[in-house]
């Protein structure tokens, strides 16, 4: 739990009881490679924390998975259309390495932003982190080239190594033909 412990207080200033009954809350669970967190029809109802390993957020689409998202170690996320919405995700994610996640359902997650006021800066901090990622994502969809991203991915991830060739063509939004092309020109 320290690596949560210290994400934590890496957004926010809390105090030591305090955080310790917030990282109580959550639970450890394992994915391995290969496997599924969550599948397209279920309902989410839980928040994660990767402690460890790294998945892949897809959906499919005239039998093609797209990959929407990916998400690595230190990463804080849910598939919030449905954990808000309650109805079943569109979404299945899928770990791409064997992955240790710390979890927290909703209700708790709400309890612990009624119980304390930093709690909710942090979920807000989160938010906003996620939305400028998002943010971020569409500019570069709108104004950069798939050779441009694929280059700015280089500079900022170890992704290219972790990714499976197929899933990263897919998350660039070009083909894998076009990716391997890509790859030997640079």
């Known amino acids: 739990m320290l690596e949560l412990s210290d ?5 926010i200033n ?31 109802t839980s928040f994660y924390f990767i402690k460890s390993g790294g998945l892949r957020i897809y959906f499919d ?28 995700t569109l979404f299945n994610i ?23 006021p930093a709690w909710q800066q942090f979920g807000r901090e989160i938010w906003e982190d996620a939305f400028l ?4 994502g569409i500019l570069s969809y709108q104004t950069m080239t798939a050779e441009e991203r694929y280059l700015n991915m280089l500079k900022h991830s170890d992704l290219l190594q972790r990714v499976p060739l197929k899933q990263l063509a897919s998350y660039l939004g070009i083909t ?4 391997s092309r890509l790859r030997k020109s640079i």
């Open 94 to 116: 899928q770990a791409i390495e064997d992955t240790t996640l710390l979890s927290i359902d909703k209700i708790q997650m709400e309890n612990l932003y009624t119980k304390f």
């Open 61 to 88: 689409r005239d039998e093609k998975q797209i990959t929407g998202w990916l998400a690595f170690k230190s990463d804080f996320f849910t598939e919030l259309n449905s954990l808000k919405s309650g109805q079943p």
């Open 7 to 11: 994400f934590i207080k890496s957004k």
């Open 14 to 44: 809390i105090s030591d009881n305090d955080l310790q009954a917030i990282v109580s809350s959550f639970q450890v669970r394992t994915v391995q490679k290969g496997n599924f967190l969550i599948k397209k029809g279920q309902f989410v």
């Open 176 to 179: 894998q033909t076009s990716l």
């Open 133 to 136: 990622k998002v943010i971020n």
